[in-house]
């Protein structure tokens, strides 16, 4: 099973931008389907955005599409989420997670890091 850790998150103001990595180890990453979720303070992880295994193709939750962009290098076996005009609502620990088939839940989960955005 993949490894996953995050990083890059921290305090930013709204209207501006940070880039979250998520790097993995332990197996082939290119193997692997990939996704960001969030998850705000009382409330459940949501969808953020997911990636195909070569990059083909990425979806977003409708509340951050336009503003947000996943990519892979699976060269350097990590994914990130570019995060741009950003919003106090966009507050939360950020994860990544991993899958193998497209037909299955995400069954690998990083440790998560921490967004704030103030206003």
């Known amino acids: 099973q993949v490894q996953l850790v995050e990083s890059g998150g921290g305090l930013v103001q709204a209207g501006g931008s940070l880039r979250l990595s998520c790097a993995a180890s332990g197996r082939t990453f290119s193997n692997y389907y990939m996704g960001w979720f969030r998850q705000a303070p009382g409330k459940e992880r949501d969808f953020v955005a997911s990636i195909t295994r070569g990059g083909e193709t990425t979806y977003y939750a409708d509340s951050v599409k336009g503003r947000f962009t996943i990519s892979r290098d699976n060269a350097k076996n990590t994914v990130y989420l570019q995060m741009n005009s950003l919003k106090p609502e966009d507050t939360a620990v950020y994860y990544c997670?991993?899958?193998?088939?497209?037909?299955?839940?995400?069954?690998?989960w990083g440790q998560g890091t921490q967004v704030t955005v103030s206003s």
């Open positions: 997670a991993a899958k193998q088939y497209v037909s299955s839940t995400y069954n690998t």
